[in-house]
């Protein structure tokens, strides 16, 4: 709906004004996370702080940004609850070195595979996610404790604000694009309210809302430098069996987020993250939060939005997004502590709209009723449940649609053309299942000097599709035949050892996808 892609290329500037925006996003979040973990806030802040430095630096997707979610704190709960923090941090240390054993295994690749209506369920519904999730913030605390929405002049206030906000981040990319457009209508909105003394609610009145009464006039995001600690539990079977749960969840749902993520921004940059990378990023990232006192955390979509519509595309900008964090908290938290949560709010609310896939409501009309089921049982799942599960279901569901569907596998029409040439034209994807009849298509003692494979009405899904289509090609090159491959996308092309050769291009017709393989993970 809004075209806020502001550079397709990574430079040092908009790193580093990306990574500060980011870094404002950031605070709020990691606050409001901490709580709902049943964490004290600093654990939040500290651990969007490691996990957006370290997986920055090392994991597989330049421009993500990593920190506290929601989707990870929910799950912490009731081990904290019944256990208490030093339990989650020893469990947070296990998910991180499950996390590692994904990578190394190379488990990165499969999510390749999370079928195309899964991918826009997962994004619908987590914008819906990102955007109920603003809606506390237009709620107060009456004078019996209780929390109610916004009413009069304060509710007035924060909708202009939210507005202004909005426009800015709208407009002035019309007008210039070299300073991001987040980064100026934050520091717009937050000179106009204390300028103008006007009424409006600010970071710190969101942090002391959270905490109990008696704690509320000493708040503040004020703190210092993490500290190694190893977690204070007992190194006994029993606590690995308590932990053991909660840390698999953890590692499930880091990883699941995290790459979903990967493979959004991939489309929305036109390039490609390293999902198995990214694997052992997180879980270094985790494994580091369990011994320095943070609360781990995975990918997070609303952040690495705001960092790739604000020009935000190499590894600086989220290493900046975390320096500045630390920063803040070290140097500058009454800075922080003043920004107005309608700056935040409008930063997000702009976030949602370029979230949320529109197009989705144009596929509804033209794809197959199966797919749309898919695609609203994803995104409601998304909002009513959590997104592991969400993405579970909608896999299961669309592999069973898958099976019914293409219980025959892969198939081709094939014909002479004018030229005297053999064109098999293939219907039905080109993966490991179906590889073995993929290769009884084929005459090849019989067939002419120069053969045609078309897959315009097909689709290379993993490297065992790849290698099958290699050995095809090396069978005809022996028969002293020619080879023609039509229609395949460029990732396919790159991946190809002997049939390579023997594709054309059209730039035009050739589909664009992805492949499931360890090469490109």
């Known amino acids: 709906m809004f075209d806020l892609i502001t ?18 996003a950031l605070v709020p979040e990691a606050v409001a996370f901490a709580f709902v973990a049943g964490v004290e806030p600093m654990i939040g802040l500290y651990a969007a702080f490691m996990m957006g430095l370290i997986t920055s630096a090392i994991g597989g997707r330049p421009g993500m940004i990593s920190g506290a979610t929601g989707a990870m704190a929910v799950v912490m709960v009731a081990l904290v609850a019944q ?5 989650l ?25 999370v079928p195309y209506p899964v991918m826009l369920g997962f994004v619908n519904g987590l914008a819906i996610v990102i955007f109920l999730a603003q809606l506390g913030q237009f709620k107060v605390t009456n004078a019996a404790g209780e929390l109610q929405w916004m009413e009069g002049t304060l509710l007035y206030w924060m909708l202009g604000l939210v507005a202004l906000t909005m426009a800015i981040i709208y407009l002035l990319p019309k007008l210039t694009k070299a300073v991001p457009a987040s980064l100026v209508a934050i520091v717009t909105v937050t000179l106009l309210v204390h300028g103008l003394d006007l009424e409006a609610r600010t970071v710190i009145d969101f942090v002391r809302d959270l905490l109990p009464a008696d704690q509320r006039d000493s708040a503040t995001l004020a703190g210092e430098l993490p ?19 909660t840390s698999v969840i953890l590692c499930l749902v880091g990883l699941i987020e995290s790459l979903l993520t990967l493979s959004l921004i991939d489309e929305m940059t036109d390039t490609r993250g390293r999902g198995n990378k990214e694997c052992v990023g997180q879980g270094v990232a985790n494994t580091v939060n369990g011994f320095f006192g943070g609360m781990g955390g995975c990918a997070m ?14 590894r600086l900008s989220g290493i900046t997004a975390a320096v500045v964090l630390l920063g803040f908290i070290l140097f500058a938290a009454p800075l922080i502590e003043m920004i107005p949560l309608a700056a935040l709010v409008g930063v997000m609310f702009v976030v949602v709209i370029a979230t949320f896939e529109w197009a989705s409501f ?8 199966e797919d749309a089921f898919v695609l609203f049982l994803v995104t409601g799942v998304t909002v009513i449940a959590d997104l592991a599960i969400a993405v579970v279901v909608g896999v299961i ?38 590889v073995s009849h993929f290769k009884d298509l084929f005459d090849i003692a019989n067939d002419p000097s120069d053969v045609v494979i078309d897959f315009k009405d097909s689709r290379i899904w993993d490297s065992s599709g790849i290698d099958a289509l290699d050995t095809l090609a090396d069978k005809y090159e022996e028969q002293g035949k020619k080879l023609h491959i039509r229609h395949i996308s ?30 490109l993970a």
């Not at 580093?16 to 925006?21: D, N, W």
């Not at 144009?362 to 009723?369: A, D, L, M, P, S």
Request: glycine share 8%; proline share 3%.
């Open 89 to 113: 941090f020893a469990a947070v240390i296990l998910a991180g070195l499950l996390q590692i054993m994904c990578g190394i295994f190379k488990l990165g690749k499969f999510i390749r595979l």
């Open 7 to 24: 550079s397709k290329d990574s430079n040092v500037k908009n790193d580093v004004l990306s990574g500060i925006t980011v870094a404002l």
């Open 362 to 369: 144009r596929i509804i009309r033209g794809v197959n009723k």
């Open 397 to 434: 569901v669309s592999a069973l649609v898958f099976a019914w569907k293409h219980a025959r596998h892969i198939e081709a029409k094939s014909h002479i053309d004018n030229d005297g040439w053999k064109v098999y034209e293939l219907d039905g994807p080109l993966f490991f299942g179906s």
């Open 83 to 87: 256990h208490g923090v030093q339990y």
């Open 227 to 245: 500290s190694f600690a190893i977690p204070m539990v007992p190194f006994t079977w029993e606590t690995f069996m308590i932990i053991l749960p």
């Open 490 to 519: 460029d990732e396919c092309r790159s991946l190809l050892r002997k049939a390579d050769k023997f594709v054309e291009i059209n730039v035009v017709e050739d589909p664009r996808y992805r492949v499931a393989t360890d090469k």
């Open 301 to 314: 979509i609303g952040q690495s939005m705001i960092n790739i519509n604000s020009g935000g595309r190499g």
